[in-house]
């Protein structure tokens, strides 16, 4: 019996075949289903682009009398839009679909079928939708990074790739277990949608570089929010001027919030009593 | 008699939504706390002296952004976002059935959620005057009626333009994505970012012809005392109001034909 199940639950053994059947699974219905708007996914496309243009106008705005802003000039400030571009395009693709829906299972209580799935909550709960219109402000990330590399004189070697290649795969996770922390707070409270429309409007700083803020608020937002760790190291390793320290603490803070929001989730699910109980 | 029914049924209504938004009065301080952008920026202006070129003084710039923080505040629309779930899940239906057109029920929850929110404003107002003492000042009762007023312009061109998007939800379900693609512009047009007065020439020579500069700019120079033409604002506000309601009516009745409740 014990042997059953956990092959029905799948507790503690991790497949990551299986997971992986499953995520292809996810990535078929959900494509499905958003491709049924496809006017939606235009006008979607429409905004990102507008949205990078309107953030350039803004930094250009801010450069018009001024060569530097924080020690960064324009072209380097440009990197910063860019990897930002990027990691909305993640947060609107994955997170941001996925998380908002954790608030709706908790309302309606259907998060008791998400729990009895033989399968892993968190991995469900954070992978189930996807938005594909979100790819195309991936798409214009990686174009803007394309055309800093050719004003910036950037030349790019292995251990140059490698490196941003960390710091963004850093980025993102930690960027995810925000985001987690905030809509798994939502077994507590119930309607914490704000609470991400808050995360989002503090992320917003991401766009600017941390050093064209006043001290006070760098440590705010290296401390509290890591806004830092999340634009400012992979923009510096990208220009080359990274210390290896900085990268190493960016490593080490990606492991304690991937750790710390999956240990708070499966606290938070102790106090998950389901909706009509 | 006409105007007096008419009277209660606004009192009503405002008081049936004043009592159901004070039920999320942490969502609504959470609302607020979002709304802070203006303040990191005008950290950004007055960190690297940018506002130096404008000859805007530093104090008179965090007066600036507090007000369009202040006027961002009181003119958050979403009606978008609510008559699409109402759609989607077919509560317009009985709506339309009763002798009151849905939209003034919006109206009405966003006037109760102003309300609700303004202590949570106000003590944002405050946290922003212990960190920077020398900003305080008090508007004279004058320009406070009068930037008022054009906040409440603000707040009805944002209303009717997106009631204008909302009632595309009778042609394609998800009218939301539309309104997405229109706070682009806002966001980065109006002053919320970066006061309207900074911008390069080329877009100041037409922006002031779009409703833009008169959601957030016009009326946040007007409450901090910064130059501003107050005439022609309040005019431009008035006019977009004259334009766009017609748009709505007309829209509305159309759409209201178009529409085919669920099931059938």
Redesign the interface.
């Given at each position: 019996m014990g042997f059953g199940n956990k092959k029905i639950y799948g507790h503690g053994i991790m497949n990551p075949r299986k997971y992986l059947r499953v995520y292809t699974k996810f990535l078929h219905t959900s494509l499905a289903s958003e491709l049924e708007?496809k006017?939606?996914i235009l006008?979607?496309l429409?905004?990102s682009i507008?949205?990078l243009i309107?953030?350039i106008?803004?930094l250009?705005?801010?450069f018009?009398?001024?060569k530097s802003?924080?020690g960064w000039e324009f072209e380097q400030a440009l990197i910063i839009q860019g990897i930002y571009t990027i990691l909305n395009g993640i947060t609107n693709t994955w997170f941001n679909p996925n998380l908002t829906e954790i608030v709706k299972h908790i309302r309606e209580g259907t998060l008791d079928f998400v729990l009895l799935k033989p399968i892993d909550s968190q991995f469900y709960i954070s992978l189930k939708k996807i938005t594909p219109s979100g790819f195309l402000e991936i798409l214009l990330g990686f174009c803007l990074l394309l055309y800093c590399i050719k004003i910036n004189q950037i030349t790019i070697n292995f251990s140059f790739l490698t490196l941003f290649l960390i710091t963004i795969i850093c980025s993102i996770c930690i960027l995810y277990s925000l985001w987690f922390f905030i809509s798994t707070t939502t077994i507590w409270?119930v309607?914490t949608?704000?609470?991400t429309?808050?995360l989002?409007?503090f992320l917003?700083?991401g766009r600017?570089p941390l050093n064209?803020?006043?001290f006070s608020?760098q440590i705010f937002f290296s401390v509290f929010i890591p806004i830092a760790f999340i634009t400012t190291i992979p923009s510096e390793v990208f220009l080359g001027l990274s210390q290896f320290w900085k990268i190493m603490l960016e490593v080490f803070v990606t492991i304690v919030f991937l750790f710390s929001s999956r240990k708070f989730w499966l606290f938070a699910l102790k106090f998950y009593s389901s909706a009509s109980s | 008699m006409i105007s007096n029914l008419f009277k209660s049924k606004i009192f009503t209504l405002l008081k049936v939504q004043y009592s159901n938004m004070m039920e999320?009065r942490?969502?609504i301080a959470?609302?607020a706390?979002?709304?802070?952008?203006p303040f990191?920026m005008l950290?950004?202006w007055t960190?690297?002296?940018?506002n130096?070129?404008l000859n805007i003084s530093d104090v008179m710039l965090s007066r600036y952004f507090l007000c369009a923080f202040f006027v961002r505040q009181f003119s958050v629309v979403w009606v978008v976002f609510s008559f699409e779930e109402d759609s989607i899940l077919g509560k317009v239906s009985p709506y339309l059935i009763q002798p009151l057109n849905p939209f003034l029920r919006y109206f009405a929850q966003h006037i109760a959620e102003q309300i609700t929110r303004f202590p949570f404003a106000l003590i944002i107002a405050f946290f922003f005057f212990i960190f920077n003492p020398e900003s305080l000042w008090i508007p004279n009762i004058g320009t406070l009626f009068l930037s008022i007023i054009a906040t409440f312009f603000s707040f009805l061109i944002q209303f009717l333009i997106q009631s204008i998007i909302a009632c595309l939800c009778f042609w394609?379900?998800?009218a939301s994505?539309?309104e997405?693609?229109l706070f682009?512009?806002t966001?980065?047009l109006s002053g919320l970012?970066?006061p309207v007065v900074?911008?390069?020439e080329y877009?100041k020579s037409w922006i002031y012809l779009t409703p833009f500069p008169y959601l957030i700019d016009f009326p946040a120079n007007l409450l901090s005392g910064n130059a501003t033409n107050i005439n022609g604002g309040l005019s431009m506000q008035i006019l977009w109001i004259i334009l766009l309601f017609p748009i709505f009516k007309k829209v509305w009745a159309l759409g209201t034909r178009k529409y085919t409740a669920m099931g059938s």
């Open positions: 708007y006017t939606n006008i979607d429409i905004t507008l949205s309107g953030s106008f803004l250009s705005i801010f018009q009398n001024n802003i924080g409270f309607k949608w704000n609470a429309e808050v989002r409007s917003y700083i600017f064209s803020f006043t608020l | 999320y942490v969502e959470l609302w706390i979002s709304g802070i952008i990191f950290n950004i960190n690297n002296n940018l130096e070129s394609t379900e998800k994505s539309v997405r693609l682009i512009p966001l980065f970012l970066a900074s911008f390069p877009v």
